[in-house]
């Protein structure tokens, strides 16, 4: 998922940053956005660095992208630490004077806010009615911490550890997904998930780029809408989600047999992993060498893999008790000089014979890696096409909704 930390203007912003490690250490995508006076505490450069990702702390950049629109759509949970006196009065009369405030204000993602601040701070009634409003907004407040504060004094107010910060805005967005109606309750889907790779001698591949984020995603979906999921995955960069039945599978080959085994009584296969269509036809035993006498390269020859979602079509035409009822294909596409990535998706859908393909638009910004998704759903019936945007999750969700409604 994508989490915005959010860091007021106090001492303890040196320490929150270790929020950004813990977040990214779990696999998720992580934006820091400072408010101006938090980058009195910290830098941008160790903000960057730490997240991996650009860092604003103003409107006023990237305007051409409306950026806090943009984070706030993007964001899954949105975590200030530590969240000071004033950041809190902004936040509960619902400024928006800066990138932070704007984009809490813009979100639909769960807020968790951990404040910290000096102990009359924190005590005075003008704080305590602001905690309190923050709390009616549905935004998650922690308690400080009583301890010692900046000075040589100590009391309540300050900030709670970075790792019990990290399992609070956890279990939040945890109950937060599970609020969610179990709409899909008896109903069980199989994705699957990553790119395969084709060995080519014990130490080589040929591999593809996919992280798996978007099959994950689904996963994830499937079974916050209350759905039975088996999530059959090759290689990604994601760590395979909680609470789903997790089948490895490495090659394409391996996909196949894994899919075929699982498929039978199934109501849904959404096949989002990036297949190989090709390996090499044949595999070294030991580690293919150079010559030590010339410079000859050698020739690595390809035989087609199965084509998976084809062979589960061709199942279901005729033995339907040993394949799914619905079938779903993935397709990314990048549109050709002659062809829109609508018609080439068309004429994937009638070559395939599946009864829904995803058409993922690929392109620089898009796409491989990407948190955020743009997906056109075609229907082998003549059911007009689909369009979803948003995080991978919202895409997913929607998806699933569609494919799986009654
Ligand atoms: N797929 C599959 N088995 C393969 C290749 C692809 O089941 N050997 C599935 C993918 O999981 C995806 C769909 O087929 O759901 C479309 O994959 P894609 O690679 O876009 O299609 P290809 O038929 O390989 O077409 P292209 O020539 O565009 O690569």
């Known amino acids: 998922m994508r989490v915005i930390v959010g860091f007021g203007g106090g001492i303890a ?24 006076s938090a980058l009195e505490f910290v830098g941008q450069p160790t903000l960057e660095a730490l997240s991996g990702n650009p860092v604003s702390s103003s409107v006023f950049e990237r305007v051409e992208e409306v950026n806090h629109v943009r984070q706030a759509e993007l964001a899954d949970l949105v975590v200030v630490a530590p969240a000071t006196a004033d950041l809190m009065a902004r936040l509960a009369m619902g400024r928006a004077n800066d990138l932070l405030s704007a984009t809490i204000l813009t979100t639909h993602a769960p807020v968790v806010l951990a404040p910290a601040m000096h102990t009359q701070m924190w005590e005075h009634p003008a704080t305590q009615a602001n905690v309190a409003t923050l709390r009616e907004f549905g935004y998650h407040v922690l308690d400080p911490a009583v301890g010692r504060l900046t000075g040589p004094d100590s009391g309540s107010g300050r900030m709670p550890e970075p790792e019990e910060i990290f399992g609070f805005a956890m279990s939040v967005k945890d109950s937060s997904q599970k609020d969610e109606k179990k709409t899909l309750q008896g109903r069980s889907v199989v994705i699957t998930a990553g790119g395969t790779r084709e060995p080519l001698d014990p ?47 490495s090659s394409a080959e391996e996909l196949r047999n894994a899919v075929l085994e699982n498929v039978a009584d199934k109501d849904v296969l959404i096949m989002a992993a990036a297949v190989a269509d090709f390996r090499p036809a044949s595999y070294e035993e030991y580690k293919i060498k ?43 596409e990048t549109g050709s000089a002659t ?68």
Not at 212 to 236: N, P, S, W
Not at 341 to 361: M, P, Q
Not at 397 to 405: D, E, G, I, S, Y
């Open 13 to 36: 912003a040196y320490k929150a940053t270790s929020l950004l490690r813990l977040f990214s250490k779990d696999g998720h995508d992580v934006v820091a956005m400072p408010t101006p």
């Open 203 to 249: 130490v080589r591949y040929l591999g593809n780029r996919s992280s798996g984020k978007q099959g994950v995603a689904l996963a994830e979906a499937a079974r916050a809408l209350g759905a039975d999921v088996t999530l059959i995955h090759a290689h990604m960069e994601v760590p395979a989600p909680d609470g789903v039945r997790c089948v490895f599978a």
């Open 290 to 332: 150079k010559s030590e006498t010339d410079d000859a390269a050698p020739t690595i020859s390809l035989v087609r893999n199965p084509d998976i979602l084809r062979e589960v079509v061709s199942l279901r035409e005729q033995q339907p008790e040993l394949a799914p009822e619905t079938i779903v294909g993935f397709a990314a």
């Open 339 to 406: 062809q829109s990535v609508l018609e080439l998706g068309e004429a994937k859908l009638r070559r395939k014979k599946c009864d829904y393909l995803a058409i993922n638009e690929v392109g620089e910004q898009r796409g491989f890696g990407a948190d955020d998704n743009h997906l056109t759903v075609l229907a082998a019936t003549a059911e007009p096409a689909q369009v979803y945007q948003g995080s991978k999750y919202d895409v997913a969700k929607a998806l699933l909704l569609h494919v799986m409604r009654p």
